[in-house]
């Protein structure tokens, strides 16, 4: 089945000139749900960012055949302090519907009451963002991902300062998205659930170190390599000149794994 | 009481004409104040009217005292200004307060340089304190055209306007628009500033702006309340100040953002998230 989402070609994403994501090569498919594992600074949410588009690649591309895209940053610019209550931040989800100067109907307050519903946000409609827990505001998030009805839902550790119950209403929540054919890359640190509840998995350490079945992925020799990676810039680091075409990279994973990674992929 | 209220107004066509100006200038500036406030730009207002300043004197130093020169002067200068420290901080890492204060700081010495360079320390105080008392059918023409661009482009952009305060880089994940809605706001504040400085001068035109918007912000917790609680504040101060100026005989723009001023501390004290509410709370709680 050639239902691929999202195509990465020899991807390379970084800032002011030093690369933190290196030569990413792969494909995901439609209605899969992928969690993305990786080290502080391994490039976890550069890639996010890349796939997004708020950054531009350095090199490669990121060939993106979907329609709709919902992002849920993990540094979020939200400003909880702003005078706005639930129903507003939830119905900014309506935006790709509804465009730029479109207004908001009884349906869809209707459709934005059910999301609220599902994430157990019921009666929360008119209460300000400011007196909102983390837990919750992070489920009003979630409803307006649902709001979005996108075909690549992108997000970044949405889990942190959560609590076990919202985890397990949420991941319930993004299987069910997988469910109805969307693409879901989640950025999670967190391997337990990843094994329990994410097919594949994306480990990456500023370069892809595998790709494929959480069970094939998550083994102690690629975790301890997705270990030991070097996180800081190096200002006197050669320049990568390994961008023809057909020319494997030294420091791309040997020609075994790479055989292995895309035969998984 | 009914006279000095009333009468000033029913007597004189210049207060009639004050009074008209100053309050479509509050209805239109208030709002732009609010967003402004909430974007955590209130400084941005006053960085702003001090911009508009080589704009206004380089009109009054070609056509003389002239309200229309003056005022596209200050136009065109705000925006470059306003534009040009947007982009400035679009484009590279710099925020846009640290590019607003090396724009607005060039505007400003630039401005006093041509004030200098010819005109008298008299018609300086006109420029910098304007004169709601002599407004002309061609100022007030102006105050009403920005308040009704104005309240356009908050109706056509309302929630592109809130999206963009809220959740930037939300906007930015599903539409284009964020840029540019916040270009447009810029522009917003200028046009405003610009038509305050007929009424009150550059110096005291962001105060109509501001502080109306920062009272209200002590009694609501709503963005649509807010707007209709700051016009509400704006119109009181334009009429409790001319009416101060009318019979204390003081200078008219001043004494309107002094009635402001006051609500300001009113509020503060006495609004409902004001220090009153925080320092006595109550200790009747409900249990869910």
């Known amino acids: 089945m050639t239902d691929i989402c999202l195509e990465f070609k020899n991807l390379t994403l970084g800032y002011q000139g030093h690369a933190a994501v290196h030569h990413l090569r792969g494909t995901a498919e439609r209605g899969v749900l992928t969690a993305i594992v990786g080290a502080n600074g391994s490039g976890k949410s550069t890639l996010m960012k890349g796939i997004a588009g708020i950054l531009k690649p350095i090199s490669g591309t990121c060939e993106q055949h979907f329609g709709r895209l919902a992002y849920l940053p993990q540094q979020s610019e939200l400003d909880r302090t702003f005078p706005a209550r639930v129903v507003d931040l939830v119905s900014l989800g309506f935006w790709q519907d509804r465009g730029f100067l479109g207004r908001i109907t009884g349906k869809d307050r209707a459709k934005l009451a059910g999301c609220l519903d599902v994430v157990g946000l019921t009666g929360f409609e008119k209460r300000p963002l400011d007196s909102l827990s983390g837990g919750q505001m992070q489920r009003a998030l979630f409803a307006r991902t649902m709001l979005q009805d996108a075909d690549l839902i992108l997000l970044d550790e949405p889990f942190n300062a959560v609590d076990g119950r919202t985890i397990q209403d949420l991941i319930r929540l993004i299987k069910k998205w997988a469910a109805q054919r969307r693409t879901v890359l989640c950025v999670l640190h967190d391997h337990a659930l990843v094994r329990e509840h994410f097919p594949r998995t994306l480990l990456i350490a500023r370069k892809l170190v595998a790709w494929g079945p959480t069970s094939d992925v998550l083994t102690s020799e690629n975790l301890s390599r997705a270990r030991n990676f070097q996180e800081a810039w190096d200002e006197n680091a050669g320049w990568c000149e390994d961008e023809r075409p057909g020319f494997s990279p030294t420091h791309e994973p040997d020609a075994g794994r790479k055989q292995r990674v895309a035969a998984n992929v | ?288």
């Open chain 2, 1 to 288: 009481m009914y006279d000095s209220l009333l009468g000033p107004f029913l007597q004189y066509g210049f207060m009639q004409r004050a009074l008209l100006g100053s309050v479509v200038l509050s209805v239109s500036c208030a709002p732009v104040g609010v967003f402004l406030m909430l974007r955590r730009m209130s400084l941005t207002g006053d960085a702003m009217s001090h911009a508009i300043l080589p704009g206004a004197a380089l009109g009054f130093l070609l056509f003389g005292l002239d309200i229309l020169p003056m005022t596209i002067g200050g136009l065109v200068v705000g925006l470059v200004v306003a534009l040009g420290s947007g982009l400035v901080s679009r484009f590279t890492v710099q925020k846009e307060d640290a590019s607003m204060a090396a724009f607005y700081l060039i505007s400003l010495a630039a401005g006093v340089l041509l004030v200098s360079w010819r005109g008298s320390s008299v018609d300086l105080m006109h420029v910098l304190f304007g004169s709601v008392l002599a407004l002309n059918d061609e100022a007030i023409g102006l105050i009403v055209s920005i308040a009704a661009v104005t309240f356009l482009a908050f109706g056509l952009c309302w929630r592109a306007l809130v999206a963009e305060c809220l959740d930037p880089l939300f906007l930015r994940s599903v539409s284009r628009f964020g840029g540019p809605v916040h270009l447009l706001f810029l522009v917003l504040v200028v046009l405003n500033l610009v038509g305050g400085f007929q009424a009150l001068g550059t110096l005291l035109s962001v105060g109509l702006m501001m502080l109306p918007a920062v009272a209200a912000r002590f009694w609501s917790n709503d963005v649509r309340t807010l707007c209709l609680i700051a016009i509400v504040i704006a119109v009181v101060s334009s009429l409790g100040g001319l009416l101060l100026s009318y019979h204390a005989s003081m200078p008219s723009g001043p004494a309107i953002i002094m009635a402001a001023g006051g609500a300001y501390i009113l509020s503060t004290i006495f609004g409902r998230r004001g220090v009153l509410a925080s320092a006595l709370p109550s200790r009747r709680h409900r249990s869910a």
